[in-house]
């Protein structure tokens, strides 16, 4: 299954980008989304280290009370 998570732009540096959500840091590479408009503070989904796709901030916690009811799910059965 491949899931993409939401996370926070925290430092961009060219293509590159420091993400953030829950705690957990990662280097994105923000190649695939070079035509969009991107800042610090921004909300991208990232699949396997790319960002794919900008998010709003309601869409990003959205998402994130999406999978956490998913995991709650599994976690009950």
Known sequence: MCLGIPMQ???I???NARCEARGVTREVSLFLLQDEPL???DYVIVHVGYAI???TEQEAHSTWELLDE????GAAS
């Open 9 to 11: 732009i925290t430092s």
């Open 13 to 15: 540096d060219g293509y």
């Open 39 to 41: 800042a610090v503070g």
């Open 53 to 55: 796709q900008k998010l």
């Open 70 to 73: 998913l995991l709650a799910a």
